[in-house]
């Protein structure tokens, strides 16, 4: 009977330490204690109305957030992911409102533009063996260059307008800007993508050939090159991967706001890293999680909004993520260092 006991108690403590080396643990614990502070402290958060204006927020910036993560296990950075949001909004308001392309046409073309700058920065990375901060902190520069010289050049303006009387412009509305209404509240279509988009990219990670290539091209290169994994394409595919959902981003605040900014996105990138990192990416790569990603999306989301409905200074927020940061930094490499004794 003791034996039998104690073989439930290690059985138990084995499961338990298990759930403990989940990369996005730490974050869920977070979530649920940032919510429940600010659902006490605030009379709003926590209500519909509320809780639509938050998760809206976290919707957007948790699908690049994602997106960048899957990068960050692959080992590699975009810091251009930010202006890829504009750049594609841009492109779409551009060629619909001032050439007369067809709204669909364009958001094709735009998708295209955006693979085409995520295949160039994975295929110098690749080929040049410059670190990815150095080479997508250029195409950052130069996707902000063109949203803003060369937009208004264009157009004479830095922001594209009347884009609801373009024609057909309800049926793209309808997919990336539309909403529902629950319980009172507002849920937008960006939360459903952030839904579908990080569980395709946990099915990608979890249940998949390509996502055991994205570990393995993260924590061991040399290993999995010589094992047979194709480094070079996947970490070209990753970066396409990471422009695609800047597109997804740019058309849906394009269609949820109507309007596009030249500066929109700019600076949000290390927004989504530091969602990643508190999610339980590591920094060296090869480590994470796509759902703590999104949770770290959530966590931010849910700050940036709380401390407005609790009537603080708003730059308290950037406070707030410089210890989240650090915090998640040392919490990660806990767990990864538990992680290594367990095996």
Same mark, same amino acid.
């Given at each position: ?10 059985? @138990?403590?084995?499961? =338990? *330490? ?10 869920? $614990?977070? &979530?649920?204690?940032?919510? $429940? ?8 958060? &926590?209500? &519909?109305? *509320? ?14 957030? $994602?997106? +960048? ?51 160039? !920065? *994975? ?18 520069? /130069? ?7 060369? /937009? ?23 997919? =990336?800007? @539309?909403?529902?209404? /629950? ?7 960006? /939360? ?19 996502? !055991? ?35 997804? $981003? ?11 900014? @030249? !500066? ?31 949770? *770290? ?34 919490? !990660?490499?806990? +767990? ?5 004794? @367990?095996?």
């Amino acid at each position: 009977m003791t034996s039998v006991a104690l073989d439930e108690r290690l059985a @138990s403590k084995g499961l =338990f *330490g298990r759930v403990l080396t989940r990369p996005e643990v730490g974050a869920l $614990v977070a &979530a649920i204690a940032v919510f $429940v502070f600010f659902a006490v402290v605030t009379d709003t958060f &926590a209500t &519909a109305s *509320g809780a639509s204006t938050w998760l809206r927020s976290a919707s957007t910036i948790g699908i690049m957030a $994602v997106a +960048v993560a899957l990068l960050m296990i692959g080992g590699e950075f975009d810091l251009s992911a930010g202006a890829m949001t504009g750049f594609t909004g841009l492109a779409v308001g551009v060629m619909t409102t001032q050439w007369g392309l067809n709204i669909w046409a364009a958001m094709l073309v735009s998708l295209v533009l955006a693979l085409a700058v995520g295949f160039l !920065n *994975g295929l110098l990375v690749m080929r040049t063996g410059l670190p990815s901060f150095i080479v997508t902190l250029g195409t950052f520069f /130069v996707l902000q260059g063109i949203d803003l010289a060369a /937009v208004k050049a264009v157009i004479g303006q830095v922001a594209i307008q009347g884009m609801a009387n373009v024609p057909f412009y309800s049926q793209p509305h309808a997919v =990336f800007g @539309s909403a529902v209404t /629950v319980a009172g509240g507002r849920v937008y279509a960006s /939360v459903f993508w952030w839904i579908l988009v990080t569980a395709a990219a946990t099915w990608v990670l979890l249940k998949t050939r390509v996502g !055991n290539w994205i570990f393995a091209v993260g924590g061991a290169q040399t290993s999995a090159r010589q094992v047979g994994v194709p480094v070079a394409r996947t970490k070209i595919a990753l970066f396409m991967t990471s422009a695609g959902a800047g597109w997804l $981003v740019g058309m849906l605040l394009l269609f949820t706001t109507s309007t596009v900014q @030249s !500066n929109t996105g700019v600076g949000q990138e290390f927004i989504y890293i530091i969602c990643a990192v508190v999610g339980g990416c590591l920094l060296t790569g090869g480590y994470g999680s796509a759902v703590g990603a999104a949770l *770290g999306a959530l966590i931010y989301g849910m700050t940036n909004q709380g401390i407005v409905y609790a009537g603080w200074d708003n730059n308290w927020l950037k406070a707030f993520l410089g210890v989240m940061l650090l915090g998640a930094v040392l919490l !990660n490499e806990a +767990v990864r260092r538990r992680a290594e004794r @367990s095996r």
